[in-house]
């Protein structure tokens, strides 16, 4: 079976230091999603991609969190400088919106990744 | 814009009797709708989706869900739960046509169903 591979599985580290959490999409899809899931607050969206370009990130808080896709195989997260509220399971999900005559059709079933556990503290 | 409203955050059942989870959907424009499951550590799987067509879809596990657009819900259920089905369900809405946030999905809250021996 494809999957979405992340990593690390688990980070720990203290406040103020940097941290960047990788994923591979399965191949072929073009689009990413990242996304944190906390008790408090469940699943919010940080940031979608869509053929690599990032169509919203309104989730995300922009001083400190920046998203990328340096090429197809590769999306990061990264958080500088880490704050103990970042604390949470960061998922990334990966789908794929077929075009058809110019235009996107279908519905984007996604693939989640298994979460990277990040505690900030 | 869309959002989604779960109306139960837990839901606690015996094995071997029905359950329902309730969602609720706000959109102004037509809509895919997707129930997602998550087993403890793990990430979220597919359960089942409505695309179009007839509005009883079927998904894994025994699991089945009804759209009512009228209502805007997809009520997910299952006529006998296992102990193995006790985790967090997640009903999820995206647009069906156009725009930059095309493909996008909005998810509930969440409901942690619970099966009890």
């Known amino acids: 079976d494809a999957r979405v591979t992340q990593t690390p599985r688990h980070k720990v580290t203290e406040m103020g230091q940097e941290v960047t959490m990788r994923c591979q999409p399965i191949?072929?899809?073009?689009?990413v999603f990242w996304y944190r899931q906390t008790m408090m607050q469940g699943l919010e969206l940080l940031a979608y991609?869509?053929?690599?370009?990032?169509?919203?990130d309104s989730g995300m808080p922009k001083d400190r969190f920046s998203a990328e896709m340096p090429d197809a195989t590769l999306a990061t997260l990264k958080i500088q400088p880490s704050e103990p509220r970042d604390s949470a399971v960061y998922f990334c999900a990966s789908g794929l919106l077929v075009k058809t005559s110019g235009k996107l059709l279908g519905a984007n079933v996604l693939t989640f990744g298994a979460g990277s556990r990040l505690t900030v503290l | 814009a869309q959002s989604v409203t779960q109306l139960d955050s837990q839901v606690p059942v015996f094995e071997e009797a029905p359950v329902e989870l309730r969602c609720n959907y706000s959109?102004?424009?037509?809509?895919?709708l997707f129930w997602y499951v998550q087993y403890p550590n793990q990430g979220l799987q597919l359960l089942l989706k409505?695309?179009?067509?007839?509005?009883l879809v079927k998904g894994i596990n025994g699991f089945e869900a009804e759209f009512n657009k009228s209502q805007t819900s997809f009520h997910l259920r299952k006529p006998s739960v296992h102990i193995s089905d006790t985790a967090e369900y997640f009903c999820?809405?995206?647009?069906?046509?156009?725009?930059?946030?095309?493909?996008?999905?909005?998810f509930g809250q969440g409901t942690i169903l619970t099966v009890h021996p």
């Open positions: 191949l072929g899809h073009n689009t």
């Open positions: 959109s102004s424009v037509s809509v895919y």
């Open positions: 409505y695309l179009s067509g007839s509005t």
């Open positions: 991609f869509r053929n690599r370009a990032p169509l919203d």
């Open positions: 999820a809405v995206s647009a069906s046509a156009g725009g930059t946030s095309y493909g996008k999905l909005t």
